[in-house]
């Protein structure tokens, strides 16, 4: 936005202000909203009008009118202008009356000066008389309420224009008059400060429990709203002349992180929350750590990038077994549904303890698979922070393909994304097993249960167990993959042998390091490359793949066994 759109004088900011208490509140509502609304960038304090609400495609200015008595807004109160005198002038004989131009509608009016579409909205505690009633109809619902809006638009028009003689009609800097206040502005009645209160401190409980943190109601909410009072208050004082429009604003990138460290602060007060599958990245601790990460290998082809991760040597010995007992600190998460792990009472602790023994007993004989689907499971959860959907989901096709791992990954400034994870140890016939990897993900793709059996993944989710999110709408039945490009992303992990890798670090080369990159380089390409060759349409996809060299997968699966072995009877 130009700078120039910012009002070059204080009057209404430093100094009318410190009286706006209403307006304070108004603004740490809205304020407030951007935990919703991943669409709303900014919240403005007295730049242009005294709230302005920056969307990515849209501002909306809200004009906060607080004036004193108890009778209801009408047409005269809210667009007639005050006049003023002149003397006659050349063959004019008597005084000229002229508009002011200064109604709160002609204000609002000329607000629209930025690039975005205007938007307005009038925000009073004072209700509004019958004839100004249409504007409180949500603009969504205009088009039922058609018949009020003829005699509005006439009567604004008249006012706004009443003195203004031979002149245009009244209209914005960027050229749009009362016809294009009319179907952009809304009018939001809310009738005191301790309205506005509870609106915030509700938003602050619903947000906090959407993340997991149940907050005390009686106490944190208004500590909270007390702080974001004050951060809000010192931006609307801020003087216009002075300070910049960045100053003056509440950038959603700067509010969320500081929205939740205060929520996060209040709960670990408390240690009243809980949380299901945690965020906190002191709680996700990782199995493997990285050595080579490469986006830029595929400019052109989407987004496709590139992780080596590898184990810990311990005294010179390959830790297998820290590697393992790492590991299953992470099957509760991979077995057990989320009701199972959230029921900690101890009246189910043994149904639980029998619950997870069969599960892991099941799995026994099929450890390999286990092991490639925890590994993968907690990469993603350590990287992203994500929420897992705790079911393998077949796909009922003659090749049975499935999804092992399938992840929501919550997005703070945009739409929530949706990870569909592939695991594979694949030993020492690296070229052969690629070959498969990529005729099996090229079945799922191209089977229909893909486009329509999403409601697998819907009924497989338990959402009162999982931080809210907004991935229902990409799994809708109507919604095709093409659809949903951008907030897809298909992930690979990939473990095998390497024999630039030993048991026995003694044994390894000292560029070890070095050759392991170019091996993974190289299998990365050779996956990716495979993918495009047998589908174009892969080129499109998010892609990003994983790969684990280590010196031996048989004893990685031989101290998996053991360490279930130590802490369970399977049976």
Not at 144 to 171: D, M
Not at 465 to 492: C, G, M, T, W
Not at 547 to 563: F, R, T
């Amino acid at each position: 936005m130009d700078l120039k759109a910012m009002e070059q004088s204080d009057s209404g900011g430093v100094a009318a202000l410190k009286g706006f208490t209403y307006q304070n509140l108004a603004a740490a509502y809205y304020v407030l909203s951007m935990l919703r609304d991943k669409s709303l960038i900014s919240v403005r304090c007295e730049v242009v009008d005294d709230i302005d609400l920056v969307y990515d495609n849209r501002i909306e200015y809200v004009q906060v009118k607080t004036t004193d008595g108890d009778s209801k807004w009408c047409i005269k109160d809210f667009a007639e202008a005050t006049t003023k005198t002149i003397p006659p002038t050349g063959r004019q004989r008597v005084n000229q009356t002229i508009s002011q131009e200064d109604s709160i509608l002609h204000k609002s009016i000329q607000c629209d000066k930025d690039k975005l579409p205007g938007f307005f909205r009038m925000l009073t505690p004072r209700e509004v008389t019958d004839s100004l009633r249409y504007l409180k109809v949500p603009l969504s619902d205009r088009g039922e309420k058609i018949q009020g809006r003829g005699p509005l638009l006439k009567r604004l028009t008249a006012a706004v224009n009443r003195h203004r003689k031979k002149l245009p009609p009244f209209s914005s800097p960027n050229g749009n008059d009362t016809e294009y206040w009319l179907d952009h502005a809304e009018w939001t009645v809310i009738p005191n400060r301790e309205h506005l209160e509870l609106l915030c401190t509700k938003l602050i409980l619903q947000s906090a429990h959407q993340k997991g943190i149940y907050l005390c109601a009686n106490e944190d909410p208004e500590r909270i709203l007390a702080s974001l009072l004050k951060n809000v208050t010192d931006k609307g004082a801020t003087s216009r002349v002075l300070k910049t429009i960045a100053n003056k604003s509440y950038h959603r990138k700067d509010f969320i992180p500081w929205f939740n460290a205060e929520i996060e602060h209040y709960a670990n007060l408390s240690s009243s929350h809980v949380k299901v599958y945690s965020t906190s990245r002191a709680e996700l601790k990782a199995i493997l750590s990285s050595f080579f990460y490469d986006k830029e290998m595929y400019k052109l082809v989407g987004d496709k990038s590139c992780t080596g991760l590898h184990g810990q040597y311990h005294q010179r010995k390959y830790s297998y077994n820290i590697i393992a007992k790492n590991l299953h600190q992470w099957l509760p998460e991979v077995l057990l549904l989320p009701g199972e792990i959230a029921d900690n009472t101890p009246e189910n602790l043994t149904r639980k303890f029998s619950t997870f023994t069969k599960r892991y007993s099941k799995n026994a004989d099929f450890i390999s698979n286990l092991v490639s689907k925890a590994l993968l499971h907690s990469t993603i959860r350590t990287e992203y922070k994500s929420q897992p959907i705790a079911a393998v989901l077949h796909i009922d096709d003659a090749q049975k393909t499935c999804f092992d791992n399938v992840h929501i990954v919550l997005e703070e400034h945009i739409p929530d994304k949706l990870i569909m994870g592939f695991s594979e140890l694949i030993g020492t016939d690296i070229e052969e097993s690629l070959a498969e990897i990529v005729t099996n993900f090229d079945d799922l793709i191209e089977s229909e249960a893909f486009s329509s059996q999403k409601e697998k993944i819907l009924s497989a989710k338990d959402d009162s167990y999982l931080l809210e999110h907004d991935i229902d709408e990409i799994l809708a039945p109507n919604k095709s993959l093409d659809d949903s490009l951008d907030r897809l992303q298909f992930v690979f992990f990939i473990g095998y042998e390497s024999n630039h890798l030993k048991c026995n670090k003694k044994e390894m080369e000292e560029t070890y390091l070095e050759e392991l990159e170019g091996e993974v380089i190289h299998q990365f390409k050779a996956l990716i490359d495979q993918l495009i060759l047998k589908n174009d349409f892969c080129e499109d996809l998010h892609i990003e793949v994983y790969l684990y060299p280590i010196p031996s997968l048989a004893s990685l699966i031989s101290a998996v066994q053991k360490q279930g072995e130590s802490q369970w009877t399977l049976t």
